[in-house]
């Protein structure tokens, strides 16, 4: 059986091929695979060792010829709508939920002869909910080969966006089907835990059991994946497990019950949490194993995770792409390689006393199964999320015992809900306690020094491929010096966290602008000192997340000061999450109208000293100098935008924020500004920004626009870069060139 265990490698890495790296020569690459495949049959004849080639090649053939066949019959048909403008009438599957810009939903649509699962985005907030139709105009895009998107939507079956471009009419609800059912049943179990645990631990208990993150908030969800216990509120193979175990000992352990009560409550289970990639995997898995229990055959994981991962590539090639998908299987992975050597060579050593004692052998196992786990999944983690949490293993064995109890306590607490609802509030008001230890042992192991370093350092990044280099001579060598290798990698990581922050200390000035989508960030450097200028982008959470692993890499844990040019969320949207996770010795903002009450939000959430800029402000600092030039207008918005200029001996840079050209001539004849190493585009580029007369004055040689890819706004104009031509200025772009690093 593990032949099928080796051909799903090679269907799986087809696929990975087809959905990563489209070509249209995947019939050409089929035929080639499959005359591989062929050779290595007969090479089998010599060596054994060849038939797992032969089975690799084999189904890389099968793989790539299905993939070509599933692309011309279903993603065909969706890449033709990308960009098209069509009106619909998209079936709601499930609750809508706010977004920045309105409210989003997944439906279903029928386009042509075949039906799409569709994310839907409207400009108003509705309170929408399966059963109800929306008819209207909407402007479609793929959610797979897009320069701004990545596969994880298309792994999930969600080839399409459609967005509202026109009126819509909300038709009347009628009778859910049988297939809204689990939607429908997801969200009263929401409304059950939110009636029977407190308000502060009801947003947990959600996300635990049904993978919904909505009310966790950004702090709790940073400190849950700093200290390395994210995944337990991603519903995946741990709870399935969980629930089987339930099932197991309810059944009195026969196993002709328990197959028949356990695999329609896992399917169902699955159902509930949306059939998300990873719950997929495990519940495919927990069938076989109920299966072969009830037949009395013996289970082999190995062989059950590849037809598992086979049966979800068959149904959609895509799969390959979702991140929950690689994280679950090579979690998976990761324990059958090298759980049990772990736990052999812990229980075995004598450095760790040899432990026999159950407390001993249940921290050996859990340690063993945490580390196997990291080894497999840090690669994915890091490119990911971009952090490598240090501090995981311990977080597990603080927390994971009291999340175990916790995910029982709810289930029961769920089913006692609809018999005596006090009662059910009462165990809530108890597990609420345990969420609120397993939250506060999060925020401590996250506080924790080096609990976790971040791949915005090329150092980091240089460490981890060094120490997989040395895994891989590790388990190749006859010896095997666990001790060495331990050495060996916690001295290169400290070696990389050291240049991580040194290096940035070492130039004269530096100005560093992160790639934050379609808003502006920047970190300017000199003499020890650390000023960022703006923090918001498309999503305020990512642009807070990049700043701050940005910031993080580098030591820096405390800024100097935050420096908001204005009020407008693509500028100041990210400062709030930002300050969960680094501090600012001073905050510089506008005195101007702030009608989102950002300034005040921003109060309640730092010690930092405040300055409201009504007239300009220098501060000096061994050689080098920032002036923030106070806005010109009272009124909120971007002519409200402040200016900052930072300079050192030999450097001197302009951000001008969203000023216009009107406001650009007011700033030339009220100061005197130098020429410029380098200038940030106004207004991301905007054609009524960065004006001939700026351009004449300050004759930048750089000029660095902070954008978005494929923005709806046409950032930066065709104008502006013309002028920017013309002038001889270098241009640099995030979205062309992501985070920019200028150093003198």
Excluded at 112 to 136: H, M
Excluded at 321 to 344: D, P
Excluded at 729 to 744: A, M, P, S
Aim: glycine content about 8%.
């Amino acid at each position: 059986m593990r032949k099928l265990m080796w051909l799903t490698v090679g269907f799986a890495g087809a696929c990975a091929f087809g959905a990563y790296c489209y070509n249209p020569w995947l019939l050409q690459i089929a035929v080639v695979c499959l005359f591989l495949a062929a050779a290595c049959l007969v090479l089998t004849r010599w060596k054994i060792g060849f038939r797992i080639f032969t089975a690799i090649f084999l189904g890389a053939a099968l793989g790539l010829s299905y993939f070509n066949v599933y692309d011309l019959t279903v993603l065909r048909d969706a890449r033709a709508m990308d960009g098209e403008t069509q009106t619909i009438t998209v079936a709601v599957a499930d609750f809508s939920y706010p977004t920045n810009y309105g409210c989003a939903f997944d439906g279903n649509v029928v386009l042509g002869e075949r039906a799409y699962k569709v994310r839907t985005y409207l400009n108003t907030v509705e309170d929408l909910a399966p059963g109800q139709q929306v008819k209207g105009d909407f402007r479609f895009r793929i959610s797979f080969w897009n320069e701004d998107d990545s596969l994880n939507n298309a792994g999930k079956g969600i080839f399409l966006y459609a967005y509202q471009s026109g009126d819509c009419t909300y038709l009347k609800q009628y009778q859910p089907g049988l297939m809204d059912l689990p939607a429908v049943w997801r969200n009263e179990l929401k409304t059950m835990i939110g009636n029977a645990f407190p308000a502060d631990t009801e947003g947990f208990a959600r996300a635990l059991l049904l993978g919904d993150t909505s009310g966790v908030d950004y702090e709790m969800d940073t400190a849950l994946k700093v200290s390395g216990i994210r995944h337990v509120i991603a519903v995946s193979g741990l709870h399935v497990s969980v629930v089987f175990g339930i099932l197991y000992l309810l059944a009195g352990k026969k196993r002709v019950l328990t197959a028949l009560i356990g695999i329609p409550a896992v399917i169902l289970f699955a159902a509930l949490a949306g059939f998300t990639p990873s719950v997929t995997r495990a519940c495919i898995m927990q069938i076989l194993m109920m299966v072969a229990l009830l037949l009395e055959k013996d289970y082999d994981p190995p062989t059950a995770l590849a037809f598992a991962a086979l049966v979800m590539l068959i149904a959609n090639p895509m799969t390959i792409g979702s991140v929950s998908f690689q994280l679950s299987v090579s979690c998976m992975i990761g324990i059958f390689l090298f759980a049990s050597r772990i736990y052999t060579w812990m229980t075995q050593t004598p450095y760790l006393g040899r432990g026999k004692g159950k407390l001993s052998t249940w921290i050996c196992g859990s340690i063993s199964v945490s580390l196997s786990t990291m080894v497999t999944t840090t690669p994915l983690t890091a490119y990911y999320f971009g952090t490598v949490s240090l501090i995981g293993i311990v977080t597990n064995l603080l927390a994971l015992w009291a999340i175990t109890v916790v995910f029982y306590g709810i289930m029961l607490v769920c089913a006692l809900g609809y018999i005596w609802l006090p009662l059910a509030r009462f165990i809530g008001g108890i597990l609420g306690w345990l969420i609120r230890y397993v939250e506060a042992t999060a925020v401590v192991m996250a506080s924790v020094p080096m609990g976790a370093v971040y791949t915005k350092s090329t150092y980091i990044v240089i460490w981890l491929i060094f120490a997989y280099v040395l895994l891989a001579i590790y388990l190749l060598s006859r010896k095997k010096p666990a001790m060495l290798f331990s050495g060996l990698v916690v001295c290169a990581l400290l070696a990389a966290v050291a240049l991580s922050w040194v290096e940035p200390l070492l130039g004269e000035c530096r100005i560093t602008m992160l790639d934050v989508g379609q808003g502006q960030a920047i970190l300017l450097q000199s003499e020890g000192k650390s000023f960022l200028v703006d923090c918001g982008g498309d999503y305020d959470e990512g642009a807070a997340d990049v700043t701050a692993e940005t910031l993080l890499s580098q030591g820096i844990y405390k800024l100097d000061g935050i420096i908001l040019t204005h009020y407008d969320g693509d500028h100041a949207g990210g400062v709030p999450h930002l300050l969960t996770r680094v501090a600012a010795e001073n905050l510089f903002l506008p005195y101007a109208e702030d009608p989102d009450g950002v300034a005040s939000n921003l109060q309640s959430k730092s010690d930092a000293a405040v300055h409201f800029v009504h007239e300009d402000v220098k501060l000096c600092y061994g050689n080098a100098q920032i002036t923030i030039f106070a806005p010109v207008s009272y009124n909120s918005g971007n002519e409200s935008s402040m200016c900052i200029l930072f300079q050192t001996e030999n450097c001197d840079i302009l951000v001008i924020g969203d000023r216009s050209e009107k406001t650009e001539r007011m700033l030339l004849d009220r100061r005197d500004l130098p020429e410029l190493d380098v200038l940030v585009a106004g207004h991301h580029g905007s054609k009524t920004s960065t004006s001939i007369e700026l351009l004449e004055a300050t004759k930048p040689e750089y000029v660095f626009i902070s954008v978005g890819k494929d923005n709806p706004y046409g950032h930066p104009a065709k104008q502006t870069i013309e002028r920017l031509l013309e002038f001889g200025c270098k241009i640099l772009r995030t979205d062309e060139h992501g985070t920019v690093i200028f150093r003198r």
